[in-house]
């Protein structure tokens, strides 16, 4: 069965200091990821989603980069995080064929002091 | 469309009595759609699920209703427990594996 896993869960980082949270997905093939942010008490925004190794796309401009260096594996970064960035981000992933559902992972809470 | 910037209206329902839950889509080329539940803290959890060819889909205790028309979609649970006390997003794409984007949201209170 796919699993889909997200570290850590939680972060407490400094402004102007860098991140990097980690998704990776087992059991699965070539799937879709996608990372979300969600503000307390709000809606999920997705902020990218790739379709293979390499491919990213950034549906919001922002102070956050995504890699894919690997298969099932989908990367969050920053290289100097703001106030602003704090929230709670969760990787997804889906079938590239549609044949399953979207499903996401256990989340991270930062929080940018 | 998203609507990640307004906060989250609420439901209170009594324990035992069914809900809905409504939400209105933005893209009428969505054709795959989802209902998701999320408790605090947590990622949210897939309930239902229906495309667009489908006006009704049920489940155990929850039905998702479709109206391609007026772009709404509704999440019907029946004999509403405590536990089902979470927040619940709807959720839209164009083709099953493409960018899933999500609705408001609305936080269902259950009053034992």
């Known amino acids: 069965s796919q699993t889909i896993h997200q570290w850590p869960a939680t972060l407490v980082q400094p402004v102007g200091s860098p991140l990097s949270l980690e998704c990776t997905v087992e059991g699965t093939s070539n799937p879709n990821l996608y990372w979300y942010r969600q503000a307390a008490g709000r809606g999920l925004q997705l902020l990218f989603y790739?379709?293979?190794?390499?491919?990213i796309s950034s549906e919001v401009p922002q102070n956050l980069s995504a890699s894919r260096p690997q298969d099932r594996q989908f990367i969050l970064s920053s290289k100097k995080l703001l106030l602003s960035d704090s929230g709670f981000y969760l990787c997804?992933?889906?079938?590239?064929?549609?044949?399953?559902?979207?499903?996401f992972g256990s989340g991270t809470r930062l929080t940018v002091v | 469309g998203e609507s990640v910037g307004l906060h989250l209206p609420t439901l209170s329902v009594q324990e035992g009595d069914n809900s809905i839950i409504n939400c209105a889509y933005s893209?009428?080329?969505?054709?795959?759609f989802i209902w998701y539940k999320q408790e605090s803290g947590k990622g949210p959890q897939f309930i239902i699920d229906i495309r667009s060819n489908m006006d009704k889909r049920q489940g155990q205790r929850v039905t998702v209703l479709l109206n391609k028309t007026v772009k709404h979609l509704s999440l019907q649970i029946a004999a509403t427990q405590p536990g089902d006390s979470a927040v619940y997003f709807c959720?839209?794409?164009?083709?099953?594996?493409?960018?899933?984007?999500f609705g408001q949201g609305t936080e269902l209170s259950v009053k034992p």
């Open positions: 893209n009428s080329a969505s054709d795959y």
């Open positions: 997804a992933w889906s079938s590239g064929t549609g044949e399953s559902g979207y499903t």
């Open positions: 959720a839209e794409t164009r083709a099953q594996g493409g960018k899933l984007i």
């Open positions: 790739s379709v293979g190794i390499g491919q």
